[in-house]
């Protein structure tokens, strides 16, 4: 009984880099896509009234940066596995 229980703890130790990864590509994949879309969003405002740049350039780095911290925040979670 003893054996399977150290088997048991030794496959899970194994995974727990596997878990890191996951948890860090896949909480990186929804930040990037929406700063990507925040960007074209951007690029076409400005492409279509090039006088609204200073308009829309405040708020498009805000809503990037609260895209940006998702990102951070699966950065930690992976840490903290």
Do not use: Q
Request: net charge neutral.
């Amino acid at each position: 009984m003893e054996n399977t229980t150290a088997t048991a703890a030794a496959t899970a130790v194994n995974l727990i880099p596997l878990a890191k990864g996951l948890a860090i590509g896949l909480g990186a994949i929804g930040p990037g896509i929406g700063i990507g879309m925040i960007g074209k969003g951007a690029m076409e405002a400005i492409g279509r009234n090039p006088e609204a740049s200073s308009k829309v350039l405040v708020p498009m780095l805000i809503v990037a940066a609260f895209a940006e911290a998702i990102a951070i925040y699966a950065l930690v979670v992976a840490f903290s596995i």
